[in-house]
């Protein structure tokens, strides 16, 4: 056994830490991630692609009950401007007051937290993994009603890239055992790119916009003037064909 796996273990029952899921089909609300008490610490694990770009949470409400959200990248230097959002659909808060990429359930209101105004993220170690990620929203919300509600995360602008998505501040690793560690310390430095378990392939994150490239099509003019073009992503992940990717750039 590693020298980190046995740290990981010795840490366990008193380091500060998320119980890690990680992601793949949590994409609506049919197939969200369900989380059984919104008390206990857990985290999704998501990489965000063209062909699966939410993350859902769903949960059951309850009328008071303080709600902690927090949405992270992990610390990836091409991914240091990447700003997801995160929202609460939940019944008792206001209706829709911004287009979003994903339809409301019925019944439910909505609160919106950009990260696009988030200079400087905060920093988060994480002492089972030994990864870092930076923090770009954290919140406590008071839920207004009781019912079923959900939490979803995604890129407004429309890149690939990767999240996290926590919630609950109580920590209880009773269901688990060593090999549930080590698993969760190759997937979580798999996941950041740390190269501890392995060598790191190159990666480009592409953008799924693909509008841009239809309307490009229709105007007789080069994709390239969109600033688009098509490149694979790497690290074993299948994709779908999308009409832009190349580097990050924000305004």
Not at 16 to 34: E, I, L, R, V, Y
Request: net charge negative.
């Amino acid at each position: 056994m590693s020298s980190f796996v046995l740290l990981a273990l010795a840490l366990a029952p008193t380091a500060s830490a998320h119980k890690p899921t990680f992601g793949g089909g949590f994409t609506g609300p049919d197939s969200a991630f369900q989380v059984d008490d919104p008390n206990i610490s857990i985290v999704v694990y998501q990489d965000i692609q063209c062909d699966e770009d939410q993350l859902w949470f769903a949960f059951e409400a309850e009328e008071g009950f303080p709600l902690y959200v927090q949405l992270g990248v992990p610390e990836i230097d091409r991914l240091a401007d990447y700003r997801p959002s995160v929202a609460l659909l939940a019944p008792g808060l206001p209706g829709v007051e911004e287009q979003l990429p994903f339809d409301v359930p019925e019944g439910l209101g909505v609160q919106v937290f950009h990260s696009k105004d988030v200079d400087v993220p905060d920093q988060f170690y994480e002492p089972f993994t030994q990864t870092s990620s930076w923090v770009v929203v954290e919140e406590r919300i008071t839920l207004p009603e009781s019912g079923p509600a959900y939490m979803v995360a995604w890129d407004p602008e429309q890149w690939t890239g990767k999240l996290w998505l926590a919630t609950g501040e109580v920590e209880d690793f009773s269901d688990v055992d060593s090999t549930d560690f080590i698993y969760w310390g190759e997937a979580v430095n798999d996941f950041h790119e740390t190269g501890v378990y392995g060598r790191v392939e190159p990666r480009e994150e592409m953008f799924c916009g693909a509008d841009q490239a239809t309307d490009a099509a229709e105007d007789n003019r080069p994709v390239e003037q969109t600033g688009c073009t098509s490149a694979p992503a790497m690290g074993g992940l299948g994709l779908a064909l999308v009409a832009a990717a190349g580097r990050r750039r924000r305004d």
